[in-house]
């Protein structure tokens, strides 16, 4: 089974609202990754957080980090039809190894 | 700099057939990897590896074999394609002495087994 598993499966907001995806993981972490997908193409790295922070920020993405709870969330703020695509997290579950365990992604819909 | 790029990016073979993946990187990155994605299952790591002249398995392996001669390419083969193998796979590659663990994509290569 996935190591990751992102909720929801699918979101669809109106431009200009925030947009907030969850991913929750099995096992302990080195870092944690989230990457976006537009549609037919390959993925692209947006933020990376370490086991050992709790909140990061990217223009306008934040990422937060329970590990107590072995989660994490992303928050699109303000978002555009651009920010149209699948989010998805990936996770080093084992430290020094950079085997990176992808999630089933959420589907995100900005209407215009 | 092409980044990652994979070759063919579109195939369709018959059950049974085999063929090549291929992967090169110019970004002299230590570590290569080749993940299926399959609707509604996200990306799934089919075999990985950390260097020049190695490999090891992911979370899928069965049904494809990996090689890695030169830092730059990595191969992935499929000696007796089967439907179950029709997907499309993905190539990435990272840096990890050197950047924060960003893996790099390919564009993906669209396989179907018929």
């Known amino acids: 089974s996935q190591q990751g598993e992102e909720d929801p499966q699918a979101l669809s907001i109106q431009e200009g609202e925030n947009a907030t995806m969850n991913c929750s993981y099995k096992?302990?972490?080195?870092?944690l990754q989230w990457y976006r997908q537009n549609s037919g193409r390959g993925l692209v790295h947006l933020i990376l957080?370490?086991?050992?922070?709790r909140e990061k920020h990217s223009g306008r993405l934040r990422v937060t980090l329970d590990t107590s709870k072995k989660s994490s969330s992303l928050l699109i703020t303000a978002s555009r039809a651009a920010d149209t695509a699948s989010y998805f997290c990936?996770?080093?579950?084992?430290?020094?190894?950079?085997?990176?365990?992808f999630g089933t992604g959420t589907r995100l819909k900005v209407l215009a | 700099n092409a980044g990652v790029t994979q070759t063919p990016k579109f195939r369709v073979l018959k059950t049974g057939q085999s063929m090549t993946l291929l992967c090169a990187q110019d970004?002299?990155?230590?570590?290569m990897y080749w993940y299926r994605q399959d609707p509604g299952m996200g990306l799934r790591l089919i075999h990985y590896?950390?260097?020049?002249?190695?490999?090891a398995k992911g979370e899928v392996p069965d049904g494809y074999n990996v090689s890695r001669l030169k830092k730059q390419n990595f191969l992935l083969g499929l000696e007796s394609a089967a439907p179950s193998q029709t997907s499309v796979y993905f190539c990435?590659?990272?840096?990890?002495?050197?950047?924060?663990?960003?893996?790099?994509f390919g564009e993906g290569s669209r396989l179907t087994v018929l």
């Open positions: 990936a996770t080093d579950f084992t430290s020094g190894t950079y085997k990176y365990i």
């Open positions: 096992t302990s972490i080195n870092n």
């Open positions: 957080i370490r086991s050992n922070e």
């Open positions: 970004m002299n990155h230590e570590y």
């Open positions: 590896s950390v260097g020049e002249g190695t490999t």
């Open positions: 990435a590659s990272n840096p990890p002495r050197q950047g924060t663990g960003e893996l790099f």
